[in-house]
């Protein structure tokens, strides 16, 4: 097919507003790749400030419907959505392993937990439930009650391009707010199908807009006057622009950002189910999770048989496109992420550390044009590395070799980021201690990937998060809405008179 015709016939990806596919005018558009093949698969439009300007008024217009539809209709709409994104998992995963590169049963399980967050939602009835006292003065009540907030924006990454915005959807909307998304603009399809099944379950038209784009779309919504709220997730240097620009402008802000997630060994731990974990959490989703394991700290000397045990598993993984059944690790996300990656194993010997597994050996990055690169494993991280210091996001294992726990420790507490973390020992007395003392907001105790369940809520302490309150479960439900109090008196003649002394109670 000749060049041009390609061109013409690749897929069109657009704008969702006001209940309906709404094409770009703005003439600037982005190029979705297949990162599996390295070839160009779609094209998305990117909304210009008139397009965000759209969307918003959408979500105004009927924030003011929404925030008055009874709790009850809003559940029922809930159930559906759950029931739809639950019959639609397998073709959720596929759009998703599609454009983003991931396995299908790796998408499968993506779904699953982004799906936990709209069964959350769906017990909003309880959550909203606000307080009340009764009698606080002579015949007078005092209550709380929970509102929402009015038009919001999500601003994703390209890594759970359908968990993230349904961490931040589901109870956006559940609380009654109006929800206006800009996916990563890397792996965007899934965020139109999200908005067909909403429609589908009777969401009505304008309480769930998607917005596709780059920065020009994310500054208008940080600016946007009528956009009350912004949940981020992303960088760490775009989440630190997010929460500085919208907390600027007025907005509550929570904006989650990078990781280098760190796994404790103790010499007691179990070194077979040690290495399964490391394995596990480090190359899944060939190590693009924020809730990745990137650093392994071997204490004494444990290192030796858990870097053999670790060594002699990394051949097995199969390595391919992600919609191939059979293959556990896909491509990365783009050329440029799979190059930045190898250049961090290329450079990882100079800075004095040592490479034991090289991925860029592995025979699927010589015969297939598709963005991959094998498992790497690094011995002898320090601080001060590139290697050990800087977010890497992609399969790349490092390990630091450290002589005690006090060590240890003190390395995960010193690193700027603080988003996961993991121990790996049979001394409970040990598990506790360190969850008492680490600076990290989600811990592990023999489990490497501690993403909490949808009813705690999700986020990392230092350069991991911006902003006071974590992502979705009963934080969320607190980001997504405001307090008011009210002090009622019905009118009693009797005791009315007129006092100018500041209101006592008695
Ligand atoms: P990214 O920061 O490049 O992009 C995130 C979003 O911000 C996208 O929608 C993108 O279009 C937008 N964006 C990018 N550059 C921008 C700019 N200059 N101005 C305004 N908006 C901009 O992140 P990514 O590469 O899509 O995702 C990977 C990163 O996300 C990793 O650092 C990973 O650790 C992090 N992440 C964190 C969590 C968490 O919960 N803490 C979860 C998933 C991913």
């Keep these: 097919m000749p060049m041009t015709e390609a061109l013409n016939s690749l897929r069109k990806i657009s704008h969702w507003i006001d209940g309906k596919t709404t094409l770009g005018i703005s003439g600037h558009s982005g190029k979705v790749w297949d990162p599996a093949y390295g070839v160009q698969q779609a094209t998305?439009?990117?909304?210009?400030?008139?397009?965000?300007?759209?969307?918003?008024a959408s979500s105004k217009a009927a924030f003011v419907q929404w925030r008055s539809t009874p709790i009850a209709r809003r559940t029922e709409i809930l159930f559906k959505m759950r029931e739809l994104v639950h019959r639609n998992q397998l073709e959720i995963a596929k759009t998703i392993s599609g454009e983003h590169g991931k396995t299908v049963a790796d998408a499968t399980g993506e779904v699953a937990r982004g799906l936990e967050n709209i069964e959350f939602a769906c017990g909003v009835a309880q959550l909203l439930?606000?307080?009340?006292?009764?009698?606080?003065?002579?015949?007078?009540?005092?209550?709380?009650?929970?509102?929402?907030?009015?038009?919001?924006?999500?601003?994703?990454?390209?890594?759970?391009?359908g968990m993230v915005p349904m961490w931040m959807f589901a109870n956006a909307i559940a609380c009654g707010n109006t929800f206006v998304l800009k996916p990563s603009e890397k792996d965007p399809s899934v965020s139109i199908l999200l908005a067909e099944l909403w429609a589908e379950a009777g969401l009505p038209p304008g309480v769930f807009n998607v917005v596709q784009g780059d920065r020009v779309a994310v500054d208008r919504l940080l600016e946007h006057p009528d956009i009350r709220a912004i949940s981020f997730v992303g960088s760490t240097p775009i989440a630190k622009y997010i929460y500085e620009t919208g907390t600027k402008n007025g907005k509550r802000v929570q904006a989650l950002g990078?990781?280098?997630?760190?796994?404790?060994?103790?010499?007691?731990?179990?070194?077979?189910?040690?290495?399964?974990?490391?394995?596990?959490?480090?190359?899944?989703?060939?190590?693009?999770?924020?809730?990745?394991?990137?650093?392994?700290?071997?204490?004494?000397?444990?290192?030796?048989?858990?870097?053999?045990?670790?060594?002699?598993?990394?051949?097995?993984?199969?390595v391919g496109p992600g919609l191939e059944e059979g293959n556990e690790m896909g491509p990365l996300i783009s050329k440029e992420h799979r190059d930045r990656v190898a250049s961090y194993i290329g450079g990882a010997n100079d800075e004095g550390a040592r490479v034991l597994v090289d991925g860029r050996s592995e025979p699927v990055c010589q015969s297939s044009?598709?963005?991959?690169?094998?498992?790497?494993?690094?011995?002898?991280?320090?601080?001060?590395?590139?290697?050990?210091?800087?977010?890497?996001?992609?399969?790349?294992?490092?390990?630091?070799?450290?002589?005690?726990?006090?060590?240890?420790?003190?390395?995960?507490?010193?690193?700027?980021?603080?988003?996961?973390?993991?121990?790996?020992?049979?001394?409970g007395g040990v598990a506790r201690q360190f969850q008492f003392d680490v600076n990290v907001g989600m811990v592990g105790i023999n489990v490497p990937i501690p993403v909490p369940v949808?009813?705690?809520?999700?986020?990392?302490?230092?350069?991991?998060?911006?902003?006071?309150?974590?992502?979705?479960?009963?934080?969320?439900?607190q980001f997504y809405t405001k307090t008011k109090v009210v002090t009622s008196r019905w009118p009693d003649p009797a005791t009315s008179r007129i006092d100018l002394g500041f209101p006592k109670n008695s």
Excluded at 137 to 160: E, H, K, M, W
Excluded at 272 to 286: H, L, P, Q, R
Excluded at 399 to 422: C, F, M, Q, S
């Design 44 to 56: 998305v439009d990117f909304a210009n400030v008139s397009e965000v300007d759209a969307a918003v």
């Design 129 to 161: 439930k606000g307080g009340f006292s009764e009698q606080v003065s002579r015949g007078i009540d005092v209550y709380q009650i929970r509102q929402p907030l009015g038009p919001v924006a999500g601003i994703t990454p390209f890594n759970f391009p």
């Design 258 to 318: 990078g990781a280098k997630n760190h796994m404790l060994v103790l010499p007691d731990a179990d070194v077979g189910m040690a290495a399964d974990a490391a394995i596990s959490a480090a190359f899944g989703s060939a190590g693009e999770r924020c809730m990745a394991i990137s650093v392994i700290v071997a204490v004494g000397d444990i290192a030796d048989p858990l870097i053999e045990a670790i060594r002699i598993r990394m051949p097995k993984i199969k």
């Design 369 to 427: 044009s598709g963005y991959f690169l094998g498992t790497s494993l690094i011995d002898n991280l320090k601080p001060g590395m590139k290697v050990y210091d800087d977010e890497i996001f992609g399969p790349v294992l490092g390990v630091v070799r450290v002589k005690t726990y006090d060590e240890g420790l003190k390395l995960i507490n010193d690193h700027p980021y603080g988003n996961g973390t993991a121990i790996f020992t049979r001394d």
């Design 454 to 477: 949808s009813y705690y809520s999700f986020g990392g302490w230092k350069a991991s998060l911006f902003g006071d309150l974590h992502m979705y479960g009963p934080d969320g439900i």
